[in-house]
């Protein structure tokens, strides 16, 4: 019976949801499973922190594009996202990043793409060795356990030092297709590259938003002064000047043109302020009411405008869907800037 059911199985149209990241493991990975034959759609989890900078995540979700001659889908899992970063199940790593709960996430949704398409099995880039926390050979199981898609995980640029997958056991896959690259080097996947005719590429990254120093600052202050966090909340930790002006009141100013543009986009803070008789920042602001720290505000906010003739710095306000103006008088304070940034 099961060997009827496996040669059943086997004449079945195959189809292979990959992981992808936009990085050439997995773009190897889509031309690998494509030349074995597969059907491969690529799918993309777009969160907050990884879209590209001066995007946001309704500008990818739920859209189909095209990336050389595969489709990937790109999927918003922001919330889900942000629920782990503030608890992570198996904690950060040099950082703030839940490397694990990351991965585990991902994997997990893509097993819900995976059903709802379709597809027989995911695949994935991940090299065995490449990255401490999360491709060690038991976090590559823990993941592949958790995720709940043990035996049809396939990583096919380290397969053949991986136990055999139910794509290889049921040879959908050709085992001997496959890979045994492992470590850091990259030689061995820029050498596939040239074999697959892949001349573009992007370098490799130089690292997640959540590990660097000026992230964990930043996030630190939130979780110390905020209960709820939303979206909008993590969105505007990656742009601008941040000051933390009081427990309940920060200030975030754009630090150039694009960076102004771009938090005119993010829907955070009740209060805006924007000068207009000079060069200057755009900025956000978390405010209650209180007139001293609006006053702290618009004295930072004119530190960083090229100062007009006058000395006086108009900036138009809009706070609770009301707008206004206020002028700034006087010679800003650089120590009171240096005293209320966070970094």
Same mark, same amino acid.
């Given at each position: ?67 050389? @001659? !595969? ?7 922001? $919330?889900?996202?942000? &629920?782990? =970063?503030?608890?992570? +199940? *198996? /904690? ?125 600052? @930043? !996030? ?7 209960? $709820?966090?939303?979206? &909008?909340? =993590?969105?505007?930790? +990656? *742009? /601008? ?31 805006r302020l924007d000068p207009v008789n000079t060069p200057g920042p755009f900025g956000l602001m978390q405010w209650t009411g209180t007139r001293s720290l609006f006053r702290m505000a618009l004295a930072i906010s004119a ?41």
């Open positions: 019976m099961w060997v009827f059911l496996k040669e059943r199985v086997r004449r079945v149209a195959k189809k292979a949801v990959v992981l992808f990241s936009g990085g050439l493991d997995s773009l190897l990975t889509l031309k690998i499973l494509d030349k074995a034959g597969l059907d491969v759609l690529g799918v993309h989890f777009v969160t907050w922190f990884n879209t590209p900078k001066y995007t946001l995540p309704e500008d990818f979700a739920d859209e189909v594009r095209i990336y050389g @001659r !595969f489709k990937i889908k790109h999927i918003d899992v922001s $919330e889900e996202h942000r &629920d782990l =970063l503030i608890r992570p +199940r *198996y /904690g950060y790593g040099s950082g703030m990043n839940p490397c694990l709960d990351c991965k585990i996430l991902f994997f997990r949704k893509a097993k819900e793409f995976c059903e709802h398409t379709g597809a027989h099995f995911v695949a994935s880039g991940e090299v065995a060795g490449q990255r401490p926390m999360t491709q060690r050979l038991n976090t590559l199981r823990l993941v592949e356990k958790e995720s709940g898609l043990s035996g049809y995980l396939l990583r096919p640029l380290s397969a053949k030092l991986l136990p055999p997958t139910v794509p290889e056991q049921l040879r959908w896959v050709d085992r001997d297709s496959l890979y045994k690259i492992s470590g850091r080097s990259r030689k061995p996947q820029m050498e596939l590259a040239e074999k697959y005719g892949i001349d573009e590429y992007p370098s490799p990254a130089g690292g997640c938003l959540l590990t660097e120093n000026q992230f964990q600052i @930043r !996030f630190n202050d939130l979780l110390r002064y905020t209960d $709820e966090v939303s979206i &909008d909340d =993590l969105t505007v930790l +990656r *742009y /601008g000047r941040h000051f933390r002006l009081a427990p309940n009141c920060k200030l975030v100013l754009g630090r150039c043109q694009q960076e102004n543009e771009h938090l005119r986009r993010i829907r955070w803070g009740k209060l530190r960083y405008c090229d100062t007009p003739p006058n000395g006086s710095v108009v900036f138009h306000v809009r706070y609770d869907g009301q707008e206004r103006e206020a002028t700034y008088r006087g010679t800003a304070s650089k120590l009171l800037c240096e005293e209320k940034i966070l970094i």
